[in-house]
Nanobody, 124 residues
């Protein structure tokens, strides 16, 4: 499975962005799709996930209520809507695909495929 992320950019605090991740080369619906982010000097961290074959979504506490993950099966695309952006949201955002068990859905080690990342920069 190949993943291509896009949609990052520079935005002021309080602004919004929508990230997209297009999947190809695999059965999109059979994978749990996740978004992770990595700020300079920090570990890659979980942001959000949509569990395969369900509409169930999961979020990091730091983004709950501000970010929304969704997927469009017809377009093999997963989205991450980022609202109410804060400077601490600045990072490279990565989409990922895998089949983690529910208890491990936030673990980056459970995802097999990764996109190339898209930079989100939030100015204060």
């Amino acid at each position: 499975v190949q993943l291509q992320a896009s949609g990052g950019g520079l935005v002021q605090a309080g602004g919004s962005l929508r990230l997209s991740c297009v999947a190809s080369g695999g059965a999109f619906s059979s994978y749990t799709m996740g978004w992770f982010r990595q700020a300079p000097g920090k570990e890659r961290e979980f942001v959000a996930a949509n569990r395969r074959s369900t509409t169930n979504t999961y979020y990091a506490d730091s983004v709950k209520g501000r970010f929304t993950i969704s997927r469009d099966g017809a377009k093999n695309t997963v989205y991450l809507q980022l609202n109410g952006l804060k400077p601490e949201d600045t990072a490279v955002y990565y989409c990922a695909a895998g089949n983690p068990i529910l208890s491990a859905i936030r673990s980056k080690d459970m995802y097999y495929y990764w996109g190339q990342g898209t930079q989100v920069t939030v100015s204060s």
